[in-house]
């Protein structure tokens, strides 16, 4: 082997290594999960928020062709929401603007994922897996006060 070619191996091996280490150590180390199929909450048919707390929601989305139920939920600030996320008819996106939630709606799946709103504003959540004709005006938003 060259030693250019050499050296060109050992770097890209570190970089990978360092990259791997990394996302084991965001997964593990500081909790951000990627969102996995859970089994514990049957898909539900329409969408709702509960409120638990002062600060803490639960919020079923129901995404459907081509808007999301519930629509424009307002909570206050510092309030911690978990999410949980199917379709009623084909698959969805589900990304909530300004934070780390990306999930998709798979009909008879629930998705799941927790996110703590700290600053008030205006969170807009889009569609973004092709989900027929409306697909472009799919979208909701959470307001934080
Ligand atoms: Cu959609």
Same mark, same amino acid.
């Given at each position: 082997?060259?030693?250019?070619?050499?050296?060109?191996?050992?770097?890209?091996?570190? @970089?990978?290594?360092? @990259?791997?280490?990394?996302? &084991?150590?965001?997964?593990? %180390?500081?909790?951000?999960? &990627?969102?996995?199929?859970?089994?514990?909450?049957? !898909?539900?048919?329409?969408?709702?928020? #509960? +409120?638990?707390? !002062?600060?803490?929601?639960?919020? *079923?989305?129901?995404?459907?062709?081509?808007?999301?139920?519930?629509?424009?939920?307002?909570? !206050?600030?510092?309030?911690?929401?978990? #999410?949980?996320?199917?379709?009623?008819? &084909?698959? *969805?996106? @589900?990304?909530?603007?300004?934070?780390? &939630?990306?999930?998709?709606?798979?009909?008879?799946?629930?998705?799941?994922?927790?996110?703590? @709103?700290?600053? !008030? %504003?205006?969170?807009? #959540?889009?569609?973004?897996?092709?989900?027929?004709?409306?697909? +472009?005006?799919?979208?909701?938003? #959470?307001?934080?006060?």
């Amino acid at each position: 082997m060259d030693r250019a070619e050499r050296t060109a191996l050992f770097t890209a091996v570190t @970089f990978l290594g360092i @990259f791997f280490g990394l996302l &084991v150590y965001a997964a593990k %180390g500081m909790n951000v999960d &990627v969102p996995t199929c859970i089994t514990d909450v049957k !898909p539900f048919t329409e969408g709702k928020v #509960i +409120q638990h707390a !002062p600060n803490r929601y639960e919020i *079923h989305y129901l995404a459907r062709m081509w808007y999301f139920e519930p629509s424009d939920v307002e909570i !206050p600030a510092g309030s911690t929401v978990d #999410i949980y996320l199917t379709s009623a008819d &084909v698959i *969805h996106g @589900f990304h909530i603007d300004g934070t780390n &939630v990306n999930l998709m709606a798979i009909p008879g799946t629930v998705a799941y994922a927790r996110v703590k @709103f700290d600053k !008030p %504003g205006v969170y807009h #959540i889009v569609c973004h897996e092709y989900c027929g004709i409306g697909h +472009q005006d799919m979208a909701t938003k #959470i307001v934080v006060k």
